[in-house]
């Protein structure tokens, strides 16, 4: 099991910055891909940024060159710094990892976390 929990939310003013942080808990072993998502009212969720273990971190075409993925393997935190920060960037954003053990997909969400850009 891995717990997930979010911090860093807010109210922000557009173009603003903002640094999201979700912290992991629990079972590492198999760690294969970890991630942030949004979903915003009346919308799906859709993934924001993402990172295969051992691989490059891509970005939603939306967001690319104002947010920035990284993580603190020592912590087992992964953030999200948002920089210019637009009104449409207004929603719960919530980090996800996935593990694959012995051929099987877990997939882990955190509770999410508000993020509201408005002047």
């Known amino acids: 099991q891995v717990q997930l929990v979010e911090s860093g939310g807010g109210l922000v003013q557009p173009g603003g910055s903002l640094r999201l942080s979700c912290a992991a808990s629990?079972?590492?072993?198999?760690?294969?891909?970890m991630g942030w998502y949004r979903q915003a009212p009346g919308k799906e969720r859709e993934l924001v940024a993402s990172?295969?273990?051992?691989?490059?971190?891509n970005y939603a075409d939306s967001v690319k060159g104002r947010f920035t993925m990284s993580r603190d393997n020592d912590k087992n935190t992964m953030y999200l710094q948002m920089n210019s920060l637009k009104p449409e960037d207004t929603a719960v954003y919530y980090c996800?990892?996935?593990?694959?053990?012995?051929?099987?997909?877990?997939?882990?969400w955190g509770q999410g976390t508000q993020v509201t850009v408005a002047s």
């Open positions: 629990g079972s590492m072993f198999g760690i294969n891909r």
């Open positions: 990172i295969i273990t051992g691989g490059s971190t």
């Open positions: 996800n990892t996935v593990r694959i053990v012995f051929g099987i997909q877990y997939t882990y």
